[in-house]
């Protein structure tokens, strides 16, 4: 019996000179979303959640900040409007 031994090309490697790009977040989990807006999760998720936006993966539920943003437009008021 004979072994052959298959050649795989080598992945190119990453050069060290290159530097990693950000990429924007397309998507915040409720935590991230909440303490972009300054409050509590629990706050975020009783008072903001169920006008935004959710994208359900597994258990998560992620938000687009898209959604926070017309969400803060449409419940911004003149500060002397608020008691």
Known sequence: MHHV?????????????????????????RAEAAASLGMSVAHFERFVQPFV??????QLLLIEPGSLDRWVQEHARVASAVA
């Open 5 to 29: 031994s298959i050649l795989r090309p080598e992945m190119p490697r990453r050069s060290r000179d290159r530097p990693i790009e950000t990429v924007s977040r397309r998507l915040l989990t």
């Open 53 to 58: 936006k959710v994208v359900p993966c597994g």
